[in-house]
């Protein structure tokens, strides 16, 4: 690349940083302009290039990045100290090219209209209300329990291969569309994550790439944890970056799944999200709940716990707030908070669903 290419590209970070700060203070047009015209065409193009491959190309190509850049700056060490601003512009022209990539990709989702105004939500909700939703939740989610198990004290078993759950997964979205016409999944694209066992110690659960839209899956995760976050990461292929609106869409399409295991997998991640908020609003409604849990539900929270416990390490709390820094960059102001936000869209959607 010339250097005049070069210094173009260095300059662009710029406009584009000043284009974002626009941005979020018009979600209204990126809702119209971005998450429901260019994106859905970038989506269709990217699932119809890299669905039909059975492997992440994805991670080969973070991998192949990974190995440009150390080769790289092995190869060009010493430039840093002979030609600083040549070995500065073309660190700057790549990460503007990078940057600039990602926000077309997916980035700009980031600064679409909240989930809750799109859908009628309140997003405030008092503690009575979560108690009683709590109270619903445990009920539910105690049924449809004892339906696959026949047996309160059991585990749930889990009888699918990985590449069953994705379609199963689709079939949820599928039936929510009926409801949510812009939740329309044109198709899988959901793979096992070459990097499962890294991304354990980095205490993530999947992640979607924004340059092949690829929804990747931590396949070293029971398997009990998979369905609501295949459904999760599916949301984020949807162009709902945020991490709370993609916990929501996923819970929606578990619990429109007419498979029950999915149908279980989505009332269990709305109860431990609930039971999480209520411990910290009241810790004694919390106690009184907890006792009318069947046990084997409570079995499979303590799976996902000794399984997330097993990888702790002292890096991880980097990674999460390196993380959390990167979702307050792209209009997440809570970071990695934010993932709890979730509970003021399940309370006040299943206030009434619930009751139906």
Same mark, same amino acid.
């Given at each position: 690349?010339?250097?005049?290419?070069?210094?173009? *590209?260095? $300059?662009?970070?710029?406009?584009?940083?000043? +284009? *974002?700060?626009? =941005?979020?203070?018009?979600?209204?047009?990126?809702?119209?302009?971005?998450?429901?015209?260019?994106?859905?065409?970038?989506?269709?193009?990217?699932?119809?290039?890299?669905?039909?491959?059975?492997?992440?190309?994805?991670? *080969?190509?973070?991998? =192949?990045?990974?190995?440009?850049?150390?080769?790289?700056?092995?190869? &060009?060490?010493?430039?840093?100290?002979?030609?600083?601003?040549?070995?500065?512009?073309?660190?700057?022209?790549?990460?503007?090219?990078?940057?600039?990539?990602?926000?077309?990709?997916?980035?700009? &989702?980031?600064?679409?209209?909240?989930?809750?105004?799109? +859908?009628?939500?309140?997003?405030?909700? %008092?503690?009575?209300?979560?108690?009683?939703?709590?109270?619903?939740?445990?009920?539910?989610?105690?049924?449809?329990?004892?339906?696959? %198990?026949?047996?309160?004290?059991?585990?749930?078993?889990?009888?699918?291969?990985?590449?069953?759950?994705?379609?199963?997964?689709?079939?949820?979205?599928?039936?929510?569309?009926?409801?949510?016409?812009?939740?329309?999944?044109?198709?899988?694209?959901?793979?096992?994550? $070459?990097?499962?066992?890294? $991304?354990?110690?980095?205490?993530?659960?999947?992640?979607?790439?924004?340059?092949?839209? !690829? =929804?990747?899956?931590? =396949?070293?995760?029971?398997?009990?944890?998979?369905?609501?976050?295949?459904?999760?990461?599916?949301?984020?292929?949807?162009?709902?970056?945020?991490?709370? !609106?993609?916990?929501?869409?996923?819970?929606?399409?578990?619990?429109?799944?007419? #498979?029950?295991?999915?149908?279980?997998?989505?009332?269990?991640?709305?109860?431990?999200?609930?039971?999480?908020?209520?411990?910290?609003?009241?810790?004694?409604?919390?106690?009184?709940?907890?006792?009318?849990?069947?046990?084997?539900? +409570?079995?499979?929270?303590?799976?996902?716990?000794?399984?997330?416990?097993?990888? #702790?390490?002292?890096?991880?709390? +980097?990674?999460?707030?390196?993380?959390?820094?990167?979702?307050?960059?792209?209009?997440?102001?809570?970071?990695? !908070?934010?993932?709890?936000?979730?509970?003021?869209?399940?309370?006040?959607?299943?206030?009434?669903?619930?009751?139906?």
């Amino acid at each position: 690349m010339s250097k005049k290419k070069k210094i173009i *590209l260095a $300059l662009s970070l710029l406009p584009q940083y000043f +284009l *974002l700060k626009v =941005a979020k203070q018009y979600p209204d047009f990126m809702e119209t302009y971005y998450s429901m015209g260019v994106f859905p065409i970038l989506s269709k193009l990217l699932n119809t290039a890299f669905k039909w491959i059975p492997f992440s190309v994805g991670d *080969l190509l973070y991998i =192949a990045l990974i190995v440009y850049v150390i080769r790289w700056v092995v190869l &060009n060490w010493k430039r840093l100290r002979t030609q600083p601003k040549a070995w500065g512009l073309d660190v700057l022209s790549f990460v503007s090219l990078f940057y600039f990539m990602f926000h077309l990709c997916w980035g700009y &989702n980031y600064y679409r209209v909240p989930l809750h105004t799109t +859908l009628n939500l309140n997003p405030k909700y %008092t503690t009575a209300q979560l108690k009683s939703v709590t109270n619903q939740l445990v009920k539910k989610t105690n049924r449809l329990h004892f339906a696959i %198990t026949q047996d309160s004290l059991l585990k749930t078993p889990l009888p699918y291969a990985f590449s069953e759950l994705t379609e199963i997964s689709q079939t949820g979205y599928s039936q929510l569309e009926k409801v949510y016409p812009n939740f329309k999944h044109d198709g899988k694209n959901s793979k096992k994550s $070459l990097f499962s066992t890294p $991304l354990s110690y980095m205490g993530f659960s999947g992640y979607v790439n924004p340059l092949t839209l !690829e =929804a990747h899956i931590n =396949a070293v995760m029971p398997a009990n944890s998979m369905p609501t976050t295949i459904a999760h990461e599916q949301a984020h292929q949807l162009g709902y970056a945020a991490e709370n !609106e993609a916990n929501f869409i996923g819970f929606l399409a578990s619990i429109h799944n007419e #498979n029950p295991y999915f149908n279980y997998a989505g009332y269990k991640f709305a109860l431990r999200y609930c039971l999480i908020e209520l411990s910290k609003r009241d810790p004694d409604a919390y106690d009184s709940v907890l006792c009318t849990i069947n046990p084997g539900i +409570l079995e499979d929270y303590q799976e996902a716990f000794e399984f997330w416990s097993a990888y #702790n390490n002292p890096l991880e709390p +980097l990674f999460k707030g390196f993380y959390s820094h990167f979702l307050k960059a792209n209009n997440q102001v809570k970071g990695i !908070e934010s993932y709890s936000y979730v509970v003021a869209l399940l309370v006040d959607y299943l206030e009434d669903y619930l009751e139906d």
